[in-house]
């Protein structure tokens, strides 16, 4: 399985971007899909993910009605639409795949932790100036 991802940049406050991450090696409907970020000096922390299996979405609160994830399964795809971007949403923003889990009554809720992630992409970084 790999994890390419596209999209980020820099962008001033208030604005918005989008970021797209492929899956291959692999169908769609047997991973939750998402972006982890990473600032400096802190940890990495799961920002949104989703499952195409169940339906079940996961947002951190400090992104919620900013931030909305879709996925394509015709494309093997998901993406992550972020407006009315802030300073603090400033990190490298890591593309992530998680093998759907009973464990969890939402497949997406395995996001609140990057302990169930088996699966990484590239960092790319996003920038928003004040």
């Known amino acids: 399985v790999q994890l390419q991802a596209s999209g980020g940049g820099s962008v001033q406050a208030g604005g918005s971007l989008r970021l797209s991450c492929t899956l291959s090696g692999n169908d769609l409907e047997y991973y939750v899909m998402g972006w982890f970020r990473q600032a400096p000096g802190k940890e990495r922390e799961g920002v949104s993910c989703i499952s195409y299996s169940d339906g079940s979405t996961y947002y951190a609160d400090s992104v919620k009605g900013r931030f909305s994830i879709s996925s394509d399964d015709a494309k093997n795809s998901v993406y992550l639409e972020m407006n009315s971007l802030k300073p603090e949403d400033t990190a490298v923003y890591y593309c992530?795949?998680?093998?759907?889990?009973?464990?969890?009554?939402?497949?997406?809720?395995?996001?609140?932790?990057?302990?169930?992630?088996?699966?990484w992409g590239e960092g790319t970084l996003v920038t928003v100036s004040s």
């Open positions: 992530a795949a998680s093998l759907v889990s009973g464990r969890y009554f939402e497949y997406a809720a395995v996001c609140a932790s990057r302990d169930g992630i088996n699966y």
